[in-house]
Nanobody, 121 residues
Framework: QVQLVESGGGLVQAGGSLGLSCAAS????????MAWYRQAPGKQRTLVASVTSGANTNYADSVKGRFTISRDNAKKTVYLQMNSLKPEDTAVYYC???????????????WGQGTQVTVSS
């Protein structure tokens, strides 16, 4: 009953900006890492950016300097601010979170449903 709900996808012109949000809900005791992945047609799903509960971040080389990942622990929400978008950024973007549902419980990985980001030239 952990759910990740993404929002903010859409169509944008090259050079533009777009912000994504992903809110976790349900029975959640703790969230460790949260991340954004993306997958273009015919390609593997790849990591875009990740952020730990302590706000340590990691970015794929292809988005470094253009994208910013952040989180609001109180809201259980992770954000991805995408600037200077390029057509090659076009993909379905997926939210990911490692969640502990109860104290001393196991850690499990959850995925959002995905949101389409299309960058036109």
């Amino acid at each position: 009953q952990v759910q990740l709900v993404e929002s903010g996808g859409g169509l944008v012109q090259a050079g533009g900006s777009l912000g994504l949000s992903c809110a976790a809900s349900g029975s959640i005791f703790s969230i460790n890492a949260m991340a954004w992945y993306r997958q273009a047609p015919g390609k593997q799903r790849t990591l875009v950016a990740s952020v730990t509960s302590g706000a340590n971040t990691n970015y794929a080389d292809s988005v470094k300097g253009r994208f910013t990942i952040s989180r609001d622990n109180a809201k259980k929400t992770v954000y991805l601010q995408m600037n200077s978008l390029k057509p090659e950024d076009t993909a379905v973007y997926y939210c990911n979170a490692v969640v502990q549902r109860t104290f001393r419980g196991t850690w499990n990985e959850y995925w959002g449903q995905g949101t389409q980001v299309t960058v036109s030239s």
